[in-house]
């Protein structure tokens, strides 16, 4: 094989090899942008997401501050001008922050306004005499998010009512209990407060004392101190 037709077959070659990478290349290249568009479409739908669950919450949030202004918004007093006074009842009043309440669950359902929105239904409901409606809204919140941050103040409200409906001895007993666990599903010293209570709703004034007497030497520092030194009075 003369010199000359080596060096063909070293260039043809050398084509071959350049043409396999250069398809290699085109391919791979190919790949790549395709992987890139899946990436860059499927971030986009995430933070189209995000974005719209974000938006989503904050116009669930405005709904619900409209609602809470409307609930603690002042009466108007015959002969006066009360400023933001919108309501001449208190009937009137509850009435329309109920349906504002009611339009945040159905507008925005599943978001953390929602749900704060049925806490307040469930105040409503209270404050009307219907205590079974008002027992579910707070039992069905409690056992729907167990961990939400107002779960705490839930659970208070419906050992109130609970209390205030004929449960007092069954809920001082519950209390009972749950005090004298490692990790009580209250602060100690609400529960406290509670067990007073259900005592006072039965008449109980010793057990009542005692308890308050518990907030005071256990809990000094708590924020029911001062009116549990009020309530349980001078040491015997």
């Known amino acids: 094989m003369d010199r000359q037709h080596r060096r063909d077959l070293k ?22 942008l395709a992987l890139t568009a899946v990436l860059v479409i499927g971030s986009a739908l995430v933070y189209g997401f995000f974005f719209f669950r974000s938006n989503r919450e904050h116009k669930a949030q405005d709904a619900l501050a409209v609602a809470i202004q409307t609930v603690d918004s002042p009466l108007q007093t015959p002969g006066q001008q009360t400023p933001g006074a919108k309501f001449k ?5 509850t009435a329309a922050a109920e349906k504002q309440f009611k ?26 005499g219907n205590a079974p409606e008002a027992r579910k809204r707070l039992q069905d919140f409690v056992n ?3 961990n939400s941050f107002l779960v705490g103040g839930v659970r208070y409200s ?3 009512l609970r ?18 666990k490692a990790d009580p599903a209250l602060p100690p010293d609400t529960m406290l407060v509670l067990m007073a209570h259900a005592y006072d709703a039965q008449g109980n004034n010793d057990k009542s004392k005692e ?3 518990r907030i005071i030497t256990e809990f000094p520092d708590s ?14």
Not at 89 to 93: D, K, L
Not at 110 to 115: C, K, T, V, W
Not at 163 to 180: D, F, P, R, S, Y
């Open 211 to 213: 308890a308050y007497r």
């Open 223 to 236: 924020p029911y101190a001062l009116e549990a030194q009020r309530r349980a009075g001078p040491a015997a």
């Open 103 to 128: 339009d945040v669950q159905a507008k925005y359902p599943g978001s953390d306004a929602a749900d704060v929105a049925n806490r307040f239904l469930g105040r409503i409901d209270a404050s009307r």
């Open 89 to 93: 009842t208190e009937a009137e009043r």
């Open 163 to 180: 209390i205030e409906n004929g449960e007092a001895g069954k809920v001082a007993n519950e209390l009972q209990t749950e005090i004298a």
């Open 158 to 160: 419906l050992y109130q």
């Open 11 to 32: 260039h043809d070659k050398f084509v071959d090899e350049l043409g396999t990478l250069s398809s290699r290349a085109r391919q791979n290249q190919r790949l790549l």
């Open 144 to 146: 729907e998010h167990p």
